[in-house]
């Protein structure tokens, strides 16, 4: 059973800094995870995935880091806009296996 | 491009009624349809999966139940709300096996 746990329900950062999103996992057999953004109203959309073969997958200005031994996933979004301003929920596993974090709300103060 | 629609999008009810949430699908054909919630201050919990026409895969016992009578369609139903099924519902897209979920705009149901 995988549990993924965000321990920082809120962040705030100013924009152009850097934004450091972090989430933990308790099952190293999981090989997949995913990071997804949540306006309000909407449902989460998916952001970035890296696979436990690669310890770093960047797209633009977001970078999903992964850290193995310590089970550990943080997403790095740089330079932060306002427009980045949501609730950010990592998740591990395959669809029928998917489990999310609680969400760390980030806001991005212009 | 693929399109989840769901709704309504906000529905209060008293404990004890029925609940019928609906989600279809456009721009796909047979995808894997899934059932999300998402209580107060959690994480999104898998409810319900389905893989086809009237092929449903339960993943938490409760008093919900799912149905799927055409392909893309993908009921989430309830004889008799409780007060803990308050939250928030997503109907996930698999557009390809492994592939990201994409996620409907979710309905907010408070059992009253």
């Known amino acids: 059973d995988q549990q993924v746990k965000q321990n920082s329900p809120s962040l705030s950062v100013q924009e152009g800094r850097i934004s450091i999103l972090n989430c933990d996992y308790t099952n190293s057999m999981f090989d997949y995870f995913l990071w997804y953004k949540k306006y309000p109203a909407e449902g989460p959309t998916f952001l970035i995935s890296?696979?436990?073969?690669?310890d770093k997958n960047e797209d633009g200005r977001f970078t999903v880091f992964l850290n193995k031994s310590a089970k550990h996933l943080s997403l790095h979004i740089v330079p932060s806009q306002p427009g980045d301003s949501a609730v950010y929920f990592c998740?591990?596993?395959?669809?029928?296996?998917?489990?999310f974090g609680s969400g760390t709300q980030l806001t991005v103060l212009p | 491009s693929q399109t989840i629609h769901q709704w309504p999008a906000t529905l209060v009810q008293p404990v004890g009624s029925p609940l019928s949430l609906e989600c279809t699908v456009e721009g796909t054909s047979n995808p894997n349809l899934y059932w999300y919630r998402q209580a107060a201050g959690r994480g999104l919990q898998l409810l319900f999966y389905s893989v086809g026409i009237g092929q449903i895969s339960s993943e938490v016992p409760q008093n919900l139940s799912a149905s799927r009578p055409q392909d893309r369609q993908f009921i989430l139903s309830s004889k008799k709300l409780l007060l803990s099924d308050s939250g928030f519902y997503l109907c996930?897209?698999?557009?390809?096996?492994?592939?990201?979920?994409?996620f409907g705009n979710g309905t907010r149901l408070t059992v009253t």
């Open positions: 998740g591990s596993g395959s669809a029928r296996q998917l489990t």
């Open positions: 996930a897209l698999e557009v390809a096996y492994n592939s990201p979920l994409h």
């Open positions: 890296i696979s436990s073969i690669k």
